[in-house]
């Protein structure tokens, strides 16, 4: 059975940074795309980051050059490092994976970012 799940949530001032991580068992992020997503209260879960199989990044316009995706073989993890934090990136964070779609999904760790 496979289980992912975040760690590293938690309350941070604004311009602070916080590096969630996810873990996994039964399943293996190498050979596999990640992706995290978040949901604000009240609204929708949106995407905030992707990394292919190849490697490749992408994000969302509100995290970029502040956010970075990526993934550790050898720990078998997913990590998102998030720097510069605004209120607005106030959320539940959910990390996701899947060799073309996102199978797989954690239950999230919240993120709290007071002004």
């Known amino acids: 059975q496979v289980q992912l799940g975040e760690s590293g949530g938690g309350l941070v001032q604004a311009g602070g940074s916080l590096r969630l991580s996810c873990s996994a068992s039964?399943?293996?992020?190498?050979?596999?795309?990640v992706g995290w997503y978040r949901q604000a209260p009240g609204k929708q879960r949106e995407l905030v980051a992707a990394l292919s199989i190849r490697g490749d990044t992408s994000y969302a316009h509100f995290v970029e050059g502040r956010f970075t995706i990526s993934r550790d073989s050898a720990q078998n993890t997913a990590s998102l490092q998030m720097n510069n934090l605004k209120p607005e990136d106030t959320a539940v964070y959910y990390c996701?994976?899947?060799?073309?779609?996102?199978?797989?999904w954690g239950k999230g760790t919240l993120v709290t970012v007071s002004s």
């Open positions: 996701a994976a899947g060799q073309y779609n996102m199978d797989y």
């Open positions: 039964g399943f293996t992020f190498s050979g596999n795309a």
